[in-house]
């Protein structure tokens, strides 16, 4: 604990996107994932860009961090903060335009998109929400589990 500043890792990652749990016919033309550890605190860089988002349907999400977050935010699911560098591929009927954000989700190694429905309210990015040729480049800051 003295010494936890101490603690210094860095590395690669391969990020994945899923619907609903699954992966069933995605294909990449990018998939790189690069981080840093420096104690408890993680700072993950994700670039993805999908040929095809397959055929599985359901909410979007990016798994594959280098490590779990901890539940530092006992009140909300979020536990880790995330910067949008780059978004393209989204559907302009379902999106819209809107502002889309991401979080790291707590006790998982994932990453959820949302953005704010027609109605105004928060929706969890879907495969309805994207297109075949989704591109994003994402950096989290969160503290490890």
């Keep these: 604990a003295a010494n936890a500043l101490d603690d210094y890792e860095e590395g690669t990652f ?9 992966t069933t016919g995605i294909t990449y033309s990018r998939q790189e994932g690069h981080y840093t550890i420096v104690g408890r605190m993680v700072t993950a860089m994700i670039r993805i860009t999908l040929t095809s988002k397959g055929s599985d349907t359901g909410a979007m999400t990016i798994t594959g961090l280098p490590a779990n977050p901890g539940n530092l935010f006992s009140s909300t699911g979020i536990d880790g903060h995330c910067f949008l560098a780059l978004q ?5 009927t379902n999106i819209g335009g809107r502002p889309v954000a991401a979080y790291v989700e707590s006790s998982s190694d994932s990453v959820k998109l949302q953005h704010r429905n027609s109605s105004a309210a928060t929706s969890v990015v879907a495969d309805h929400d994207i297109t075949n040729s989704f591109s994003v480049a994402i950096t989290c800051i969160y503290a490890k589990a």
């Design 14 to 22: 391969t990020p994945t996107v899923e619907f609903g749990g699954g």
């Design 88 to 92: 393209d591929g989204f559907d302009a």
